[in-house]
């Protein structure tokens, strides 16, 4: 049944995620999110439109889940963390407010205390363009 659940971030991949987003909350905050890990991420970068509040929520739910192992390559969470750089600076840039900017630094900073895979490389990248 969470693999069947986990298959709705895939099959939500280049769609407005404003119409999806109670779906796609409801998947993060589910016992599927783990079979969800690798789609969720996928389908996020490659939505059309604002992503900063359902980025916020996955990183964070991410973190909570993955935690160090974000940074274990012998683990499949180092391939979600892979992502998590680029859509925090994507969604840090969307953010509507200074204290949500704040909140997606500080998931910045966690990360990178955690050695998670891609997220200084992200924000070096976000430097040069």
Request: hydrophobic share 50%; glycine share 8%; proline share 4%.
């Amino acid at each position: 049944m969470r693999g069947a659940a986990a298959t709705v971030a895939a099959a939500l991949r280049g769609r407005r995620p404003g119409p999806c987003r109670r779906t796609l909350v409801a998947l993060m905050d589910s016992l599927a999110f783990g079979d969800a890990l690798s789609q969720l991420p996928i389908t996020l970068e490659h939505a059309p439109d604002r992503v900063d509040e359902l980025v916020l929520t996955w990183v964070r739910r991410f973190v909570a889940v993955s935690g160090a192992a974000s940074a274990d390559f012998a683990r499949g969470a180092a391939a979600g963390a892979r992502h998590i750089g680029r859509l925090l600076v994507r969604a840090y840039v969307q953010a509507s407010s200074p204290a949500r900017r704040s909140d997606f630094l500080d998931l910045l900073d966690q990360l990178l205390l955690l050695g998670s895979y891609g997220v200084a490389e992200a924000i070096n990248d976000s430097d040069r363009n």
